[in-house]
């Protein structure tokens, strides 16, 4: 496909929403950190606008690239995805994780890239057992096995957002792979049981899994009047959120600006534009947010292939889930986690990480073709045997 023909047929619609997010954000940003730096207030806004570029940098790549060499790449990616994530335990731990590999100029996530690189990996193992009409455990078990690794070493960094977010995309993959709903609710039950073993059990013979922040966080979500810093900073997003009225405060010193709301241009910078754009600013932000889950979510069943269309699945599991468990610990729905807000959140990594993935949906999207052959139930374009990645030729045995 030439580039004339790629940018025809680019999704516009998705990539403004995806801009005005990028520019409420960058404004909040702003706002929120011009007293951080005595001296210096404009610190965080100019990195930030340099990891906004360097994250369309990466969208533009993921763009053009065709989705179908990544399967050629497969071990490639899963093996380095792995090899970054066992490499981070071996830095010193900053605020109590080692989650951050120290670049010259730039600090690195890996269980940020992990979210991408999971995406493409499951699309791939995934449309194999649709296409070999392995569905249900077996399905299930092949994209457990895939995620396992990954997921636990993100979890003993320790980051329990993001290691949420990893079971979120699978379990969408899975879900728009046609995972049987028993299956669906009996994997909901053990992870409630798991909850509850980590939770509650666990602690109560000694044997506690979490840390103490993160057990702190979950204490402040089901008391927020108990006084801990969490339950402080939760009730600080809910004050600067609903200070903001019909139509904000403007960008002036204010409950977020004047350093009374911790994180507020990271975890919490939702509460920033609450209130400094009030009730019309956050209900611009959701709309924005629920038009980019469409731009997304119809290319799953137009996808050319099995794969693209997974692509599509994961990268609308991995926004939704953000969005929903931010913007729901910044309303005291939901318990502080950690997990990012996409494209508004200050920091290099997820910035990058959620620009390269919708440009692995735009990818997707301009690939779509009109006339395609039903293969399994999925409208897809006729092709070549590929060998399956966790397939052992039989001559190599």
Not at 69 to 77: A, M, N, S
Not at 124 to 142: E, F
Not at 298 to 320: C, D, K, M, S, T
């Amino acid at each position: 496909m030439t580039a004339a023909s790629l940018l025809r047929r680019v999704d516009w619609i998705l990539i403004a929403a995806v801009v005005l997010l990028l520019v409420i954000g960058e404004q909040a940003v702003k706002a929120a950190t011009v007293n951080d730096l005595l001296g210096n207030p404009g610190f965080f806004d100019r990195r930030h606008i340099i990891y906004i570029v360097a994250g369309l940098g990466f969208a533009a790549i993921a763009m053009v690239v065709d989705p179908r060499i990544y399967r050629r790449l497969f071990w490639f990616i899963y093996g380095t995805t792995i090899g970054l994530l066992i490499i981070v335990l071996g830095f010193s731990a900053a605020r109590g994780s080692q989650r951050w590999i120290p670049l010259p100029f730039f600090t690195l996530q890996p269980s940020e890239v992990g979210k991408v690189t999971m995406i493409v990996c499951l699309a791939i193992i995934i449309a194999d057992c649709v296409r070999r009409d392995i569905r249900g455990w077996g399905m299930a078990t092949r994209a457990a096995l895939l995620m396992l690794p990954p997921f636990a070493l993100v979890f003993v960094q320790p980051d329990l957002g993001t290691s949420i977010v990893y079971i979120a995309i699978t379990l969408t993959v899975l879900v728009v792979a046609g995972l049987p709903g028993r299956s669906v609710a009996l994997i909901g039950g053990i992870a409630a049981a798991l909850v509850i073993l980590v939770l509650g059990i666990m602690p109560s013979i000694g044997l506690p899994l979490l840390r103490p922040y993160q057990s702190e966080r979950i204490t402040a979500f089901l008391d927020p009047q108990g006084g801990s810093p969490a339950a402080y900073q939760a009730q600080q997003a809910k004050i600067a959120i609903g200070s903001g009225g019909l139509a904000g405060r403007g960008q002036g010193i204010s409950q977020t600006a004047g350093s009374f709301l911790p994180e507020h241009h990271t975890d919490f910078v939702f509460a920033v534009v609450g209130e400094n754009r009030g009730f019309i600013g956050s209900a611009i932000v959701m709309l924005l947010y629920l038009l980019v889950f469409w731009r997304i979510g119809r290319l799953i069943p137009r996808a050319r292939n099995l794969e693209e269309a997974f692509i599509a699945a994961g990268v609308f599991g991995l926004l939704l889930t953000q969005v929903g468990v931010n913007i729901g610990m910044n309303l005291g729905i939901a318990p502080t986690t950690g997990i990012p807000l996409p494209f508004m959140t200050y920091g290099g990594s997820n910035t990058i990480t959620n620009l390269t993935a919708v440009g692995l949906a735009l990818a997707v999207g301009a690939r779509i073709v009109r006339e395609q052959a039903t293969v399994s139930g999925w409208q897809e374009r006729p092709r070549r045997r590929i060998v399956d990645p966790l397939e052992v030729p039989t001559d190599a045995v």
